[in-house]
T-cell receptor
Framework: DQQVKQNSPSLSVQEGRISILNCDYT??????FLWYKKYPAEGPTFLIS?????DKNEDGRFTVFLNKSAKHLSLHIVPSQPGDSAVYFC??????????????FGTGTLLAVQP | EPEVTQTPSHQVTQMGQEVILRCVPI?????FYWYRQILGQKVEFLVS????????KSEIFDDQFSVERPDGSNFTLKIRSTKLEDSAMYFC?????????????FGEGSRLTVL
């Protein structure tokens, strides 16, 4: 039951260019979405989130776009840096993303930023 | 910066043995979680815990699993009788309240290997 899907297992981008990571979801009850970054042998690190009442949220080099009608969100990283190389997980929750609401994670996309 | 800490980082056990994984959440957080990631698969929700009781659990979290917050700082996951398929990386997470409630902070994980 893949409610959150990341169809690209990997992505390779040149340093300085834009990285676009995509995520699709099926459950229309999801209304809070997050992106996490994970390095090997470490836990996921929160990057950025967006509520379903918005279609864009920006934080420095990271921007998340939400298209509710398409049940699609994307993470843009610009400019990409070699230190951004990691696995990126999309996650979703319902009921406004409040505490105790479980996060449903996608399978992750491995981003490699080439110097 | 406050962080979630987990011990042990790696535990090897025989099938049928009991295992306790320990976590120290961020001190002013109120909501606690366990997730796991089987090698090559996505991060899966196990259980959430608030106000000294389980608030939600997944179907993975069967009678072999239990959680406890014994002393106001530690948060433990016990697996009563381990099975081979319990081999995974187990992540503890915590979150605060209010607008940041949905943003989980993860520990570095405890790798469990069941032989």
């Amino acid at each position: 039951d893949q409610q959150v899907k990341q169809n690209s297992p990997s992505l390779s981008v040149q340093e300085g260019r834009i990285s676009i990571l995509n995520c699709d979801y099926t459950n229309s009850m999801f209304d809070y979405f997050l992106w996490y970054k994970k390095y090997p042998a470490e836990g996921p690190t929160f990057l950025i989130s967006i509520s379903s009442i918005k279609d864009k949220n920006e934080d420095g080099r990271f921007t998340v776009f939400l298209n509710k009608s398409a049940k699609h969100l994307s993470l843009h990283i610009v400019p990409s840096q070699p230190g951004d190389s990691a696995v990126y997980f999309c996650a979703a929750s319902g009921q406004g993303g409040g505490a105790t609401n479980k996060l449903i994670f996608g399978t992750g996309t491995l981003l490699a930023v080439q110097p | 910066e406050p962080e979630v800490t987990q011990t042990p980082s790696h535990q090897v056990t025989q099938m049928g043995q009991e295992v306790i994984l320990r976590c120290v959440p961020i001190s002013n957080h109120l909501y606690f979680y366990w997730y796991r990631q089987i090698l090559g698969q996505k991060v899966e929700f196990l259980v959430s815990f608030y106000n000294n009781e389980i608030s939600e659990k997944s179907e993975i979290f069967d009678d072999q699993f239990s959680v406890e917050r014994p002393d106001g700082s530690n948060f433990t996951l016990k697996i009563r009788s381990t099975k081979l398929e319990d081999s995974a990386m187990y992540f503890c997470a915590s979150s605060g309240s209010g607008s940041s409630a949905g943003e989980l902070f993860f520990g570095e994980g405890s790798r469990l290997t069941v032989l």
